[in-house]
């Protein structure tokens, strides 16, 4: 199978603390790794599978695999690749033919952990309260939702996640990787997000039996999504449960239900643009304005620790909404009438809400840009764009 993607040269080093391996895709070599502390890895074939399902759909590649995969993922993947296929049309995905895949029969491990995922926002938070006689492991990622390269706001974001874990009493498990940047070559964040998260899931699986990805949406709002109801639990396997968690409830009943946590609701880290170490979160973008409102309406924002400045009503009216982050904002207008007390803020609200159209920002369009250069010139992509020493290329 010439054209079919593969995993060699696999090495498991430090003790089970950290993995290497290469993939081959299109005829290119990458050295992925993973570094982990407060766990062992274990080199999983459904992990194997599942972070190169995407690839393999772009290049209308099969996956090579010589490890026995459990039989429950393998009879997802029809069902995976249809609804993946349908909802990302512009990524012209392709179905690949899974019948040479070899399957294993695998027992149910008993007496194991349940984890979840964490950066210190509203979603893992909820996620975590919610489910806290049953989560025992928190896990943190560098290399996801914060860069590699972001020194600062990896600092300061592992050192919230271990006070989290040291409040409620759970275990931390700090996992470092550039498979991001590998996948980034073929689809967006947006898209494998789920496929990410579970291959971490799997990876940890001689602990961890059950892991709750914190859903970003709830069911009146879902859009077609890399991590989705419908989806996540497709990527569970015999041996590992893989959950959408939190859709019953919306951002806002979700600040609600975790404000009865004074430690939560004073540690929340909602943004990525506070790079400087004295900041938590910049005060300033949208997804902040946001969550200072709802803070505001749950009488939880004065003395906050995490969010000091006062809510700026001229920078409200500034923001350019995005047509599934309007939906937030006419949760929050309905909120803020019923209180009575913020006519400006709620006049304010209402005018963005009445924009006619989204203008893309510069940076959208170069990204969009990026997004084509990148699967053309992987080389550069990574160079120009990622930024990271850590990908190494092998041919
Ligand atoms: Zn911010």
Not at 51 to 78: F, H, N, Q, R, Y
Not at 222 to 231: C, F, K, R
């Amino acid at each position: 199978m010439s054209n079919s993607i593969k995993i060699e040269s696999i090495q498991l080093l430090k003790d089970g603390h950290r993995l290497e391996f290469d993939i081959i895709a299109n005829s290119i070599s990458t050295r992925i790794y993973f570094q982990v502390e407060g766990a062992v890895l274990t080199p999983s074939a459904e992990a194997f599978v599942l972070m190169t399902l995407l690839p393999a759909m772009k290049l209308g590649s099969e996956i090579e695999i010589e490890e026995a995969v459990s039989g429950k993922l393998i009879s997802s993947l029809p069902d995976i690749q249809s609804i993946l296929r349908q909802w990302f049309p512009e990524e012209d995905l392709k179905k690949f033919p899974i019948e040479n895949i070899p399957l294993k029969r695998e027992n149910p491990p008993k007496n194991l952990k349940s984890a979840t995922f964490s950066s210190g926002g509203i979603d893992s938070y909820y996620s975590l309260i919610k489910n806290q006689s049953e989560i025992t492991d928190i896990i943190f990622i560098k290399g996801f939702d914060i860069k590699l390269n972001n020194e600062v706001l990896l600092k300061n974001s592992l050192e919230l996640v271990q006070k989290i874990g040291n409040h409620f009493n759970k275990n931390v498990i700090v996992i470092e990787t550039n498979l991001k940047l590998f996948l980034n070559r073929y689809v967006n964040l947006r898209i494998h997000f789920g496929v990410f998260l579970s291959s971490i899931a799997h990876l940890l699986s001689n602990r961890i039996r059950k892991v709750f990805i914190p859903a970003g949406d709830s069911y009146a709002r879902i859009l077609p999504h890399g991590s989705h109801p419908l989806l996540d639990p497709m990527f569970s396997s015999e041996s590992m449960q893989i959950v959408h968690d939190g859709c019953e409830s919306t951002r806002l009943e979700k600040l609600k239900t975790i404000s009865d946590s004074d430690f939560a609701v004073n540690n929340l880290r909602v943004c990525f643009n506070a790079h400087t170490s004295f900041l938590t979160n910049c005060e300033w973008c949208e997804k902040c304005i946001r969550t200072k409102l709802g803070l505001l309406i749950i009488n939880k924002l004065s003395n906050n620790p995490s969010f000091k400045k006062p809510i700026e009503i001229g920078r409200i009216r500034k923001l350019k909404l995005r047509p599934n982050i309007k939906n937030y904002y006419t949760e929050i207008l309905y909120e803020l009438e019923k209180t009575g007390e913020y006519p400006e803020l709620c006049y304010a609200v209402s005018s963005i809400l009445n924009q006619q159209s989204f203008i893309k920002t510069n940076r959208e369009l170069m990204q969009k840009y990026l997004q084509r250069l990148k699967y053309k010139f992987p080389n550069l992509y990574d160079i120009f764009y990622l930024g990271n020493p850590k990908t190494k290329r092998l041919n």
